[in-house]
């Protein structure tokens, strides 16, 4: 029987390689993504060899109610990753609402409410799995972030939250916190910053996307079964 997963972000860096990871595992996906139309087509190429189903979804989550654009279009479903993001640098002085209020709407609104919209299918079926990736930046926040670390660390309230909330339901809820990982997101910084950002970590180098997507895996695998309410750092030892 095949299970079907649905990933948020799924034309992004880390999104991407969570789609390749899970299809290689037999699952079928709903990918969502807003604006990378030619990232989503590539992505399809590359899963079409391995006999899911792929089902691409666009919406715009930076709008409050983006997540209308997605939940109709879901129907058999055993899990949800939460990967849209996207960041936001600058001084707090400087922040314009507008830009606010749409971070605020990629990381937390459309999420809950996506969540609160498909919530109903995992409890008629007594099991579901749905996982966040957060970031470092919303464990310990950082200068120059400071509304996108206010995002990131709702969204790790939310899992806490939401896990007690389900946990009866056979419903398993859990984050993943990457740090400085090597994607597309990293490419306003210059190569002396990355080198600087890399002597920072213990391990001494950026993640890799695929280090995200095997944890992703792990959390949705049975090896997993007692874990819920937690939050997975995959940092390379920079924040403990």
């Given at each position: 029987m095949k299970k079907f997963v649905l990933i948020t972000g799924a034309s992004g860096g880390i999104g991407q390689a969570v789609a390749i990871n899970l299809a290689q595992k037999g699952y079928s996906l709903y990918l969502h993504y807003n604006k990378n139309d030619q990232s989503i087509r590539g992505?399809?190429?590359?899963?079409?060899?391995?006999?899911?189903?792929?089902?691409?979804?666009?919406?715009?989550?930076?709008?409050?109610?983006?997540?209308?654009?997605?939940?109709?279009?879901?129907?058999?479903?055993?899990?949800?990753?939460?990967?849209?993001?996207?960041?936001?640098?600058?001084?707090?002085?400087?922040?314009?609402?507008?830009?606010?209020?749409?971070?605020?709407?990629?990381?937390?609104?459309?999420?809950?409410?996506?969540?609160?919209?498909?919530?109903p299918k995992f409890?008629?079926?007594?099991?579901?799995?749905?996982?966040?990736?957060?970031?470092?930046?919303?464990?310990?926040?950082?200068?120059?972030?400071?509304?996108?670390?206010?995002?990131k660390g709702a969204q790790i309230?939310?899992?806490?939250?939401?896990?007690?909330?389900?946990?009866?339901?056979?419903?398993?809820?859990?984050?993943?916190?990457?740090?400085?990982v090597a994607t597309p997101m990293m490419e306003s910084f210059t190569p002396e910053e990355v080198e600087q950002i890399s002597f920072e970590i213990p391990m001494g180098r950026l993640g890799l996307p695929e280090e995200i997507a095997g944890s992703v895996a792990f959390l949705l695998s049975d090896d997993s079964s007692y874990i819920t309410g937690q939050v997975l750092g995959i940092n390379g030892g920079w924040y403990t």
């Amino acid at each position: 029987m095949k299970k079907f997963v649905l990933i948020t972000g799924a034309s992004g860096g880390i999104g991407q390689a969570v789609a390749i990871n899970l299809a290689q595992k037999g699952y079928s996906l709903y990918l969502h993504y807003n604006k990378n139309d030619q990232s989503i087509r590539g992505l399809l190429d590359k899963l079409r060899p391995l006999g899911g189903e792929y089902i691409p979804i666009q919406a715009n989550l930076a709008d409050s109610g983006g997540y209308k654009s997605i939940a109709p279009h879901i129907f058999s479903l055993d899990a949800i990753i939460h990967c849209s993001g996207n960041s936001q640098y600058g001084l707090l002085v400087d922040l314009q609402q507008e830009d606010a209020v749409a971070l605020m709407n990629v990381h937390v609104v459309n999420p809950l409410m996506l969540t609160k919209e498909l919530l109903p299918k995992f409890l008629r079926k007594g099991s579901g799995n749905i996982i966040v990736i957060t970031s470092i930046w919303g464990q310990t926040g950082a200068s120059c972030e400071v509304a996108y670390s206010a995002a990131k660390g709702a969204q790790i309230a939310f899992v806490k939250a939401l896990s007690k909330e389900v946990a009866l339901n056979g419903i398993r809820v859990n984050a993943i916190a990457p740090g400085a990982v090597a994607t597309p997101m990293m490419e306003s910084f210059t190569p002396e910053e990355v080198e600087q950002i890399s002597f920072e970590i213990p391990m001494g180098r950026l993640g890799l996307p695929e280090e995200i997507a095997g944890s992703v895996a792990f959390l949705l695998s049975d090896d997993s079964s007692y874990i819920t309410g937690q939050v997975l750092g995959i940092n390379g030892g920079w924040y403990t």
